[in-house]
């Protein structure tokens, strides 16, 4: 696993792990080597940079990006998520630490949990998803790209999610609603991504009206 278009394919043999949108749009990524040392079996990628989490997205102005150390470490029961996160600013010439994060997330696998509900989600959804992952890919695979809103992106998630509602709740055909979420998609993407100081966010709306 891993992207085949890292120079001289190194990553083809190293595990990859991504993160995205809700709306299935690439957040973030990373590649690294499983390591099994003194009985912990682990994967720990070099920082990368990533955006900020929607709590912050929505309610802070003070940093602009996170450089973070992701570790997963297998246990018995599921595994562990070690977060180490630097908070960045970016807009004072070379980035500057605001702050560092440290988080932990706890997986178990639960035999008793129903998950009938999101089974049947997906059972109605997922073809309407694939299209839309889709479109995403054609972007990536064609080179870099950015959004043309700031900040937490809503304005693309938000009605791309209604219409997957309303395919599972049997209002749309799947076909039309492809269709449909490729139109966001293309409307709220572009290729000229600019510079660093033109992809800032502007400071969420409720910071700004208080000031």
């Given at each position: 696993m891993g992207d085949p278009r890292c120079p001289g394919g190194r990553a083809q043999r190293r595990p990859g792990r991504r993160s995205y949108q809700v709306d299935d749009a690439p957040r973030y990524g990373a590649v690294a080597k499983w390591t099994h040392e003194n009985g912990v079996s682990e994967w720990t990628p070099p920082s990368e940079w990533r955006p900020l989490?929607?709590?912050?997205?929505?309610?802070?102005?003070?940093?602009?990006?996170?450089?973070?150390?992701?570790?997963?470490?297998?246990?018995?029961?599921?595994?562990?998520?070690?977060q180490d996160n630097s908070k960045l600013v970016l807009d004072e010439g070379a980035p500057r630490l605001l702050v560092r994060e440290v988080g932990i997330n706890t997986y178990?696998?639960?035999?008793?949990?129903?998950?009938?509900?999101?089974?049947?989600?997906?059972?109605?959804?997922?073809e309407f998803w694939a299209g839309v992952r889709s479109e995403w890919a054609k972007l990536e695979a064609s080179g870099s790209f950015g959004?043309?809103?700031?900040?937490?992106?809503?304005?693309?998630?938000?009605?791309?999610?209604?219409?997957?509602?309303?395919?599972?709740?049997?209002?749309?055909?799947?076909?039309?609603a492809i269709t449909q979420a490729r139109s966001i998609v293309q409307d709220f993407s572009t290729r000229e991504i600019g510079s660093l100081a033109d992809r800032l966010a502007s400071p969420p709306a409720q910071i700004a009206s208080a000031e």
């Open positions: 989490p929607r709590r912050d997205a929505t309610t802070r102005d003070d940093y602009h990006a996170i450089d973070a150390v992701n570790r997963h470490a297998i246990t018995p029961e599921g595994w562990v998520h070690e178990r696998r639960i035999q008793s949990s129903d998950a009938h509900i999101a089974d049947d989600y997906w059972t109605a959804t997922q959004l043309t809103v700031q900040g937490e992106p809503e304005p693309v998630y938000m009605p791309i999610l209604s219409i997957a509602q309303r395919v599972a709740n049997g209002q749309i055909a799947t076909d039309e």
